[in-house]
């Protein structure tokens, strides 16, 4: 059952790692600074589990039609992070190197240049963004908790030391203030 969670820690060697990191401080960061850093860690574990047990339905599928690539690394949480970011999204088309483009294709651009990502899972990269998709539409809404409830998180640990860090951002539960804490 740990392995639900823990596939995500995985790299085999430094260039999966290294894009993985880039991919994970681009699209998780802004994530965190919309939702705080509190649902954040609860939406990573969240996004892990769900893109572990669809990745595990699907690839006995899969399997019996090509190889499949084992599910290792953080970047189904990326592609859960930013499917979720675009189906949440008020903006109808974004920049794409230099080409506007409608903002829900975004992720699936993505995720054909994920492809040409050594060690990269396709399947599990597409499972991660099924599941954000999933959860941007409104599919998971039990898995939303209130704000008061990620304000009371904010003050216990581990939440309370994170403030706690010298160069950490610690992004508030609070929308309010999460918007003083742009601002400032």
């Not at 675009?86 to 109808?92: I, N, V």
């Not at 597409?126 to 939303?144: K, N, P, S, T």
């Not at 609070?174 to 601002?183: Q, T, V």
Request: charged share 15%.
């Amino acid at each position: 059952v740990h392995r639900l969670v823990t596939y995500i820690f995985v790299y085999e060697d430094l260039v999966s790692f290294t894009c993985g990191a880039i991919i994970i401080w681009y699209f998780a960061s802004s994530f965190e600074k919309n939702v705080g850093t509190v649902k954040h860690c609860f939406l990573t574990v969240t996004f892990a589990v769900l893109s572990a047990l669809l990745y595990l339905l699907l690839e006995t599928v899969v399997s019996r039609v090509s190889e499949v690539e084992d599910a290792k690394g953080f970047m189904p949480i990326a592609f859960a992070t930013l499917g979720v970011s675009t189906t949440r999204s008020q903006m109808k088309r974004t920049l794409v190197f230099g080409f506007r483009v409608p903002v829900v294709l975004v992720p699936w651009f993505m995720l054909c240049v994920a492809c040409f990502i050594p060690r990269s899972s396709l399947l599990s990269n597409l499972c991660g963004l099924l599941a954000g998709e999933a959860y941007g539409l409104g599919y998971c809404f039990c898995l939303d908790f209130p704000e008061s409830v990620g304000s009371k998180l904010d003050r216990v640990f581990p939440f309370s030391l994170l403030k706690r860090v010298p160069g950490l951002k610690y992004i508030p539960a609070s929308l309010a203030e999460r918007r003083a804490f742009k601002s400032s």
